[in-house]
Each structure stands twice: as structure tokens, then as C-alpha cells.
């Protein structure tokens, strides 16, 4: 109860402030009553999602859209305030000025209406991008492609195709059109061999149950291969016992079984070509901080050569850097996703590349090279929690394998 009277107090506080800079550019009587009425829904229904709702802690579109809705007006006000309490200084100067010198009553200056002007035409700016994601940016699929060169790929994998997807999050989708528009784009790369990073869900099987014939149309010559994310375990929600979580899991690793995925728990395989082969391995969440820490890197190569070409797929990038780059076994490509890139970024190619989630995660998105090895972040291919994407779209990677350096 306390949380969420702190919440009312900091939500009216800013609101009053995003009231006052509409009511001083306009005295249409109608905009104010308007400005009101929303703010009080949007307050009320994320009160009510997130507190009174009988879902409990499950993510679900109502969760979702209470959250996107509350960011954006919030984010309306933020830039107002910082303005208009700027000028409310002033003009309490000012007034104590007169006080103080002329001996006048303390009377504070009117509001400027250009101040209030700047104010909201900045504001608009997070407002509407925010509203933007929820109504397109989320669902604007994008292909990425790489090439990268190793001097040690075996012949006949040179250009060879991978397809990698992650976070697909199903229990956050709302528009079937659109995400099979996405499905389609991974099929109509034609890679030689899918990779699915992680996270199907966002707390229960029962969630990828709706999508399950969806997905399950992916495919590629090699075959489709996945691993398991953090939030593949159920660890976000109570569970009546501890024998429900472990059935979750279960039933998720059957439904993608189902589907066609070759899941890998800390296992390998072996993809082989003319007489050639390169490894494939895949380890369960591992991810620094308070993330599960299931994935066992030694379990997972036990049965791979430290001569192998090898690509490990393995869902927090995190594990990357604090354990595989300076592993013996020498894992040429690491598949990663997790970050999402916040869903909230700045990117343009060869002039910026920017996102709030960089003081988090040293690798967030794209292709990095540390010590003769690569990993490629994958900024995911649904969302969380917030139900858009602003400046980072959802992404399906292609990678292609080429033998040779890259000044060959």
C-alpha cells in the first residue's frame, strides 16, 4: 500500500506540472478536462493491472499496455518539469526581488506561454516515439546481415549461413499478422542452419501454446537448434510448488520438441559437410548478477575437440565475457541475445549507436570482437514489459561464414 501511495504523490506532482504548461498555452477548457480524465485512466488501470489483477506477477498485453501508456504520459511530463520548475525559480526571484527592493507585495510573474510552448514541443518528442513503438516500432522486423572470416573454417563451410533469432517473449504478441510476417522473413533468408537464443516466454509454457504451429514452420536444411533463457524457467512467478515450476519447463521443452527445435541443455552437436564439421554447442542461462546460473560450458564441450571449429549459443552475453572468451577451447562465434538493446536506443549505421542499456551489458548489440573471437548480440525478435521498440528494432541476424582473413 505504501509503494503505491508514493506512486499517486510522484504521479501527481508531475502531472500537475504537464496540466499547467497545457493550460497555459491553451485556454480551451475541453484540452484541460482532457488532460485530466487520461491521466487519471492511465493511472488507475496501471493500479489496477498491477496490483488488483488476479494474473499476479504474469506479464501479459493488459500488463504491457498499462506499462507503455503510464511511460509514455510520463515521459511527457519529465520534460516539462525540469522546464517549468526552471522557471518557476525565476519567477520566484523575481517576485522576491520586488519584495525585497521596491517594497511591493509578493506577487509571482504569469507563466510565460512560449516557455510552456517549448516546453510541450519538446516533450512531444519521447511522447509520441513512445506511442510509436507500441503501434509499429514493435513489429518492424529487420534483417542484419553479417560476414565474418576465420582463417581455420573448414572448406566446405565457407559460406555457410546462420540464421539467429532470441527472445521471442510469446507471452507478450497480440497481432498474429505481424508476427508471422517476422516467421516468414527468417524462413525467406534460406540460412543453412536456424539458432534461437532464448527466452520463448515470458514466465509459462502455456504462453507459446498459441504460437506454438507458428513457429513451428521454421526451418532450415541443417535443422532449427535452441537454447533455454532466463525467463524460460518460471523463476518471475509463484508457483503453487516446486513440482509446478518443474512441469513448466517440461511441457516447454516438450512444446519445442514439437516444433522441431533441437534443444541444447549443456550438449553439443555436430553439423558435418563433405567429410567436414564444425561444432555446435549450447548451454543453459548463465548471466552475471542476480541471473540463473544453469549454464555449464565444460558439460556442454565435453564431447567436441578444443580443435573444432566451434559456435556456441548461449542466451546473456555476459557469460561471454566473463567466461568464454578466455576458455582454452577457443569458441570462434558466440550467439547471444538477453538485451533486447532495451528496446529503446538510438542507431545510425557508421554515425551512432546508442542505448541506455550500454552501462548494463559491455556487449548489447551486434557483432563484437575480443581475442580472435565473435559474438553476435542479438537485439531480439519480440519484447518485454514495455510494448514497443523505439530505435531498436526487432532483428533477425544472418550470418555468413567465410574462410580467410578479411583482408582476403
Not at 506540472?17 to 491553451?26: E, S
Not at 507585495?105 to 516533450?123: E, V
Not at 518471475?236 to 511441457?251: I, M, T
Not at 547471444?336 to 542505448?355: A, D, L, R, V
Amino acid at each position: 500500500m505504501v509503494r503505491w501511495i508514493i506512486f499517486i504523490l510522484i504521479f501527481c506532482i508531475f502531472s500537475v506540472y504537464g496540466y499547467q504548461a497545457i493550460k497555459t498555452v491553451t485556454k480551451a477548457s475541453w484540452l484541460h478536462y482532457l488532460f485530466i480524465i487520461v491521466a487519471v485512466i492511465i493511472a488507475g488501470n496501471f493500479i489496477y493491472q498491477f496490483s488488483i489483477s488476479t494474473e499476479g506477477r504474469v506479464l501479459n498485453p493488459a500488463k504491457s499496455y498499462a506499462l507503455g501508456f503510464l511511460l509514455a504520459f510520463m515521459s511527457l511530463n519529465l520534460v516539462i518539469v525540469p522546464i517549468l520548475l526552471g522557471e518557476d525559480i525565476i519567477r520566484a526571484v523575481l517576485a522576491l526581488y520586488d519584495k525585497l527592493v521596491t517594497k511591493e507585495a509578493f506577487d509571482m510573474p504569469s507563466r510565460r506561454k512560449f516557455i510552456s510552448q517549448i516546453a510541450l514541443g519538446l516533450a512531444a518528442i519521447p511522447f509520441a516515439s513512445l506511442l510509436y513503438g507500441m503501434y509499429k516500432g514493435k513489429y518492424r522486423f529487420r534483417v542484419l546481415e553479417y560476414v565474418l572470416h576465420f582463417e581455420d573454417l573448414p572448406d566446405a563451410f565457407d559460406g555457410y549461413r546462420i540464421s539467429q533469432i532470441s527472445d521471442i517473449h510469446s507471452g507478450s504478441f497480440d497481432n498474429h499478422e505481424k508476427v508471422k510476417y517476422g516467421v516468414d522473413l527468417v524462413n525467406e533468408q534460406k540460412s543453412d542452419i536456424i539458432l534461437f537464443t532464448g527466452d520463448m516466454v515470458n514466465n509459462k509454457s502455456s504462453e507459446m501454446i498459441p504460437w506454438k504451429d507458428l513457429f513451428g514452420t521454421l526451418k532450415a536444411k541443417d535443422g532449427v537448434f535452441s537454447v533455454l533463457g532466463n525467463h524460460d524457467y518460471g523463476d518471475y512467478v509463484k508457483w503453487d510448488s516446486p513440482a509446478d515450476k518443474e512441469k513448466n519447463l517440461e511441457d516447454l521443452k516438450q512444446i519445442q520438441k514439437e516444433m522441431g527445435y533441437d534443444l541444447l541443455c549443456n550438449e553439443s552437436r555436430f553439423i558435418e559437410k563433405d567429410g567436414q564439421r564444425i561444432a555446435l554447442v549450447g548451454v543453459e542461462n548463465w548471466g552475471k548478477g542476480g541471473f540463473k546460473k544453469s549454464g555449464d560450458l565444460n558439460k556442454a564441450s565435453e564431447l567436441i575437440d578444443s580443435k573444432d571449429f566451434k559456435i556456441l549459443m548461449s542466451h546473456d552475453p555476459s557469460h561471454w565475457e566473463e567466461c568464454v572468451i578466455n576458455d582454452d577451447y577457443h569458441y570462434h562465434l558466440t550467439l547471444s541475445g538477453h538485451t533486447h538493446g532495451m528496446q529503446f536506443g538510438i542507431e545510425i549505421p557508421g554515425w551512432i549507436k546508442w542505448s541506455p542499456v550500454k552501462w548494463r551489458y559491455k556487449h548489447w548489440a551486434g557483432v563484437y570482437e575480443e581475442l580472435g573471437q565473435y559474438i553476435n548480440v542479438n537485439r531480439g525478435f519480440g519484447y518485454l514489459a514495455y510494448p514497443g521498440r523505439v530505435g531498436i528494432w526487432p532483428e533477425v541476424s544472418v550470418i555468413t561464414l567465410k574462410k580467410g582473413s578479411n583482408n582476403t
